[in-house]
């Protein structure tokens, strides 16, 4: 990565193009629901009592983007092929995500089994940074993807499937919140920052709890201090 030619693109105007990408991409999925998955007064009525019994909400005070697959006719069905095909681009926007993904992980892979002239140090540091990577992948696969695709499934078979999809609701709302802990876990140089800062706060806790004490006591206890390192520890002797 330190010799990539590509760095050379973020010092100059090339730099826009990494950021107007997503942007673009963003603007393609946000167009393709309002087009395609946007509020219907079919879904409206199909889902009116639902949300009226369960959430003691009238449909007509809330937006929500969703659309039938079927087209109700009396008795007859029809496929409605507009929400179909935008679940067809969602489906392929997630193909060229996933591809990307296995692509670029495959090919980090292979340059960290090749022989290096860099340090151990740097070298194992690479190998932290790919399986944080690699963790991060796999979390909205899990928790984004999957969830989302099984949706889709089931409401292609009609099957309701309402008592599970809170679940669903729930691994989307989590996403964001773990979403950062590979990286602070696995990668050495973070967790050994955690670690001490969590053993320094309960240390402090523990000072300020022994002082309290000896404020209390001044006859009964005696307060020592023990220097090591950036930790202040406490011994306390009757």
Partial sequence: MTQSK????????RFIFWFLFPFLYGLFYGLMIYLFLSQTEEANEM?????????????????????????????NSK????????????????????FLMIYFGWSCYNTLQKPT???????NLQKQVYYALLTETLIPVVLLHFPVS????????????????????????IFPAVDPLPTMFIIQNYRDAIIRKL???KCLKGDQT??????????????KRIQTGTIQMVEIKY
């Fill in 210 to 223: 022994a002082t309290a004490i000896a404020r209390h006591h001044p006859r009964s206890f005696q307060l």
């Fill in 150 to 173: 099984v949706l889709f499934l089931f409401t292609f078979y009609e099957l309701d499937i309402q008592s599970i999809s809170r679940i669903f609701s729930a691994t989307i709302a």
């Fill in 79 to 98: 496929l409605n092929w507009r929400p179909i095909c935008g679940i067809a681009i969602i489906w392929v926007m997630i193909a060229i995500s996933s």
């Fill in 199 to 201: 053993k320094l706060q």
């Fill in 47 to 75: 889902i009116r009592d639902v949300i009226l019994y369960d959430f003691d909400l009238n449909i007509d005070d809330i937006v929500f983007l969703g659309a039938t697959i079927y087209q109700k006719n009396g008795s």
């Fill in 6 to 13: 590509y760095l050379d693109s973020l010092n100059d105007w």
């Fill in 117 to 123: 002239l860099k340090s151990s140090n740097f070298h």
